[in-house]
């Protein structure tokens, strides 16, 4: 039967109640869908794995912005990078645009009793967890040094310019000796089965479209489907992200592929 109820707005937040419907034990299911195209968003998979799952090349990253702390977590999800910061005594923070994933990561990280009590928050104004927008950091000046920020999300910039805007606001947050983690997807090493794929005639260029829904049941025994915004990403190879970073303080340093893969992460530094 379908659902009898739909909320499609800005407000109406499917992955994050997704994340919360899944540290609660509460039934729902989260899909990317693309026109006609559907696949499933595998919540447990991408916002709750363990660490033991990480490749070796995902925990070198962590380690590497640790010795920078402290480290701002851009789009932090459900907080399970923060939990690994968290648990090795480093000082990090979270954003993130949806407030259930915020509400996630907080109650993860209380229910384990690790939320720091050193009062450096305190003193820059800031919770472990916030809410906040990618692209207008609430966050004060050179307050941060190192930047993470993973699951392709700089793609949201939509464009190079766009992406070059976004590291000028990394920039603002972090310090003179500043490090970043960004990543993406590689065109060149893509094809149109790539699911939300849409080609750009420039090369190392392409693009990604799609939009979530999280369907649950609601006290009252109905179907609830919750419809976010259409999301678009720009794919583009380390050559034309190190294009983006032109401008602005930072410089590329190192790259690392997954394994068989076209994702890729890259870190930065400041000039």
Known sequence: MPPDRSERTDAADPLGRAMLAHY??????????????????????????????????????????ADHE?????????????????????????????PNAVRTARERCESREILRKNGNATERGLEDVLVGDMFDLPIEPSTFGAVHTVGTQIGLGRSLAGIREVLTGFARV???????????YDPTRLDEEFFGYRPDPREGIAHRCFHLEFERETEDG??????????????????????????????????????????????????
């Open 24 to 65: 609660h034990d509460e039934p729902g299911r989260l899909v990317y869908r693309d026109g006609t195209d559907v696949q499933d968003g595998n919540v447990a998979e991408f916002y709750f794995s363990s660490p033991e799952s990480w490749e070796p090349a995902t925990i070198e990253f962590l380690e590497r912005l």
């Open 222 to 271: 109905k179907q609830r489907r919750d419809v976010g915004r259409t999301l678009q990403f720009l794919l583009c190879s380390p050559a034309r992200l190190r294009e983006a970073t032109a401008g602005t303080p930072w410089e590329p340093c190192h790259v690392t592929r997954s394994d068989g893969t076209a994702h890729y992460k890259m870190m930065l530094k400041r000039e």
């Open 174 to 184: 972090t310090d003179d000796a500043g490090v970043a983690v960004v990543d993406n």
């Open 70 to 98: 402290p480290v701002l977590d851009v789009g932090c999800g459900a907080g399970k990078h923060l939990l690994w910061w968290a648990e090795r005594g480093v000082d990090a923070v979270g954003v993130d645009a949806s």
